[in-house]
């Protein structure tokens, strides 16, 4: 970090690639590839929501170029800004993320599509570079949001209580408001 303030850890993503601009030269590069990263994901989530919405799929080699991205982009946007810690915390969303939503789908596959298994770990390195915390909220978040959904369709009548409810984009949307927007813990 280079202000070697605590809470500039956990800033949201927009906030933190803010500041690198504002470190002039020396930001430059870890800001344009957090933008870049910012970018792709934005894109990458919609297409991968819209498509699980409408065929309840997501397309395994879509969720492996967006981990490509964010795998080599993130990382290196925080080492060129000088935060390194960034690049444990983002491990350590995707490993949590990967191992939850992995346990889940063992416990009870007609709970999770495998493409959500897949996709867990790149939205949870994605939150884990802003913060651990960040992380387990776009799961907590992930699960309260598509859990209400259902409750709503079934006793609105749209739904029976075993029918499948698309959760790739609860998922990114969740994680993309985390990310993006929730103020440092």
Do not use: K
């Not at 970090?1 to 933190?16: E, F």
């Not at 007609?110 to 867990?120: F, N, P, Q, S």
């Not at 960040?134 to 978040?141: F, G, I, Q, R, T």
Request: charged share 10%; hydrophobic share 50%; aromatic share 6%.
């Amino acid at each position: 970090m280079q202000d070697g303030n605590a809470a500039s850890a956990r800033r949201p993503v927009v906030a933190l690639i803010g500041s690198w601009w504002h470190e002039g030269a020396h930001g430059v590069l870890p800001a344009s590839l957090g933008s870049a990263c910012v970018i792709m994901y934005l894109v990458s989530v919609a297409r991968l929501s819209l498509v699980d919405v409408l065929h309840h799929r997501l397309p395994r080699v879509w969720v492996h170029q967006l981990s490509l991205v964010l795998g080599i982009g993130l990382p290196a946007s925080a080492l060129c800004g000088g935060e390194p810690a960034r690049v444990l915390t983002s491990a350590a969303g995707a490993l949590g993320t990967r191992l939850l939503y992995g346990t889940v789908r063992a416990l009870s596959p007609a709970w999770l599509g495998r493409g959500d298994v897949r996709l867990a770990p790149v939205l949870g390195a994605a939150c884990g570079f802003v913060s651990p915390v960040h992380a387990v909220a776009a799961v907590v978040l992930t699960f309260g949001a598509c859990g209400a959904w259902g409750t709503f369709l079934v006793l609105s009548r749209r739904a029976r209580p075993h029918d499948r409810i698309a959760m790739g984009p609860w998922m990114s949307g969740c994680s993309t408001l985390v990310w993006l927007a929730l103020p440092p813990t």
